[in-house]
Every structure is written in structure tokens, then in C-alpha cells.
């Protein structure tokens, strides 16, 4: 089977030298395999994304030379796209029915505050404790939280060797969308790496903590999960991740002040 990979940007900011290094891996191990690279937008988020962040990560991404074979470029990016998370509210509703049929979804009618008032945090996590399980609450207007089977995930990351996690213990029966309606990243990009057909995972180290669950939702959806490979994030000098917080210098800053893509291109190890 040919290796389909994918970039999936968040619309919430400009591209930093942080995405050059993930880009440069997600092409690099498509190319390494004959492979390829889908470009999906991932504005699942509503009331963080921006629309206007796309056709700036597609310049930025052109000009760079990272041109993804399938879904959103900048030649290529309709309204509405099965590649923009925005657009598919109908197919992840369609994905949560499944789940539901199978009563592996419950909704659960309690705030943030009182999980947490509930719970200690545990590794940086808050932990739902399943409070709402059985008490058979309506989907629509409450959260909805994925049933997760007992018991911990193993598998095997292309980088960092073998990985046991239990995302019942790290987060419990996780939210896959909120009261208000809105559909959560791990549900999201599950839904979207199984349609998009893609079978090899490339990103960064810090998103590693999830595989297990998304793990448990391939298997839910009755679905093979992907090969994962996760990379090493490109920190500061004093260690710290880069990202927009920082205010890290975006692509389309560096751009614009005269400094050559192969010099960006030059920076990442
Ligand atoms: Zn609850």
C-alpha cells in the first residue's frame, strides 16, 4: 500500500521555523517511501480559528516548496472542502451516530470546575471520572464523552521505539465534542485520518500523549490505526518549544523581510 501522509495546520496563527522542521519531516518520510502528502486545514476549533490564517500557510508553504499531492494547496483550496475540518460538521456527525449505535458515547452534563473540584490533575491532565456514564443524558447540549475500554495501548512509534499508555488513567472518557456543538481535536483528526485514508502519522513529540486514545477511537470506528512517528520539536535556546505564544518569528515575517527560503530551509537540523 502506498504511504499517505498528511499536514494538518491549526488556523490559529502563522507558520513558525517550528512547522519548517515538521513539514520537512512529514515530506521527508513521504518521499522516503514513495509516498504522499494530504493538506487538510484543521479549524475544527471555531472560536480559535481564523479563515484568514489559510491562504497565508498555503503562501508560506508554496513558497517553501512543500506542495502537498492531495487536498488543500495554494491552487487548490474550494469552498467547502472535505480537507477543511469547518466544512465536515455533517461527517463527523455521521462518525458520532456510529459510535452512538454502538453505545460507546454518553453525554455528560458537568463543567470543567467540577471535574475539577473532583479530581486531582494527574500529569498535567485533568481526568474525567466517568461521573455521568450512567445516567443516560441527552447527546445534544451536554458533553460527549467516548466510552473507553479498560485497559492500556501499546504500539510501536516509528522514532521513539515501543509506547504503553493508558489514556484511562491520563484522561479518562474523553470529550469528542462540547455542549455547544463544537467537535474536539482528537475526534476530529481521527475522523479525518480515516477518510483521508491515511496510514503513517508524522508529528511532532508533543502531540504523543493522544495516540493512545486516537488509538482506542480507530478501534471503535473499526478501523486499523496508522503507523505513528513522532519527531522531536524545535525548542529555543533556553529549551522551550517554539510556538506563536513565544512570538516566535512566523515564516511570513521572515519572508517579508528579504531572508531566502533556502535559508530558512538551512536553519532546521
Ligand atoms: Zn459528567
Redesign the pocket.
Known amino acids: 500500500m502506498k504511504t499517505r501522509t498528511r499536514f494538518a495546520p491549526s488556523l490559529t496563527g502563522y507558520l513558525h521555523l517550528g512547522h519548517v522542521l515538521h513539514m520537512g519531516w512529514v515530506w521527508g518520510e513521504a518521499r522516503a517511501r514513495g509516498g504522499e502528502v494530504v493538506c487538510r486545514m484543521e479549524d475544527h476549533d471555531l472560536s480559535r480559528s481564523r479563515p484568514e490564517y489559510e491562504p497565508a500557510i498555503l503562501a508560506d508553504m508554496e513558497w517553501l516548496g512543500f506542495v502537498p499531492d492531495l487536498g488543500i494547496s495554494a491552487g487548490h483550496a474550494p469552498h467547502p472542502s472535505p480537507y477543511r475540518q469547518s466544512d465536515c460538521g455533517a461527517f463527523y456527525g455521521e462518525a458520532l451516530d456510529f459510535l452512538a449505535e454502538k453505545g460507546l458515547v454518553y453525554g455528560?452534563?458537568?463543567s470543567r470546575k467540577?471535574?475539577q473540584a473532583r479530581q486531582a490533575w494527574a500529569g498535567g491532565e485533568l481526568r474525567?471520572?466517568?461521573?455521568?456514564?450512567k445516567?443516560n443524558?441527552p447527546l445534544v447540549g451536554?458533553?460527549v464523552?467516548f466510552r473507553l475500554p479498560p485497559g492500556a495501548v501499546e504500539f510501536r512509534d516509528l522514532e521513539m521505539g515501543d509506547r504503553i499508555q493508558s489514556p484511562e488513567s491520563q484522561c479518562g472518557d474523553f470529550s469528542l465534542r462540547d455542549r455547544d456543538g463544537q467537535w474536539t481535536y482528537q475526534f476530529c483528526c481521527v475522523c479525518d485520518d480515516i477518510r483521508h485514508g491515511i496510514n503513517l502519522v508524522v508529528r511532532g513529540a508533543d502531540i504523543l500523549a493522544s495516540t493512545g486514545r486516537q488509538i482506542r477511537l480507530f478501534q471503535a470506528l473499526e478501523h486499523a490505526p496508522p503507523d505513528y512517528l513522532h519527531h522531536a520539536l524545535l525548542t529555543d535556546s533556553k529549551g522551550r518549544k517554539l510556538s506563536k505564544r513565544q512570538r516566535s518569528e512566523s515564516i511570513a515575517a521572515l519572508r517579508e523581510a528579504g531572508i531566502p527560503a533556502g535559508e530558512l530551509l538551512a536553519k532546521i537540523p
Open positions: 455528560c452534563e458537568c467540577q471535574i474525567y471520572d466517568g461521573a455521568c456514564a445516567k443524558l451536554n458533553t464523552r
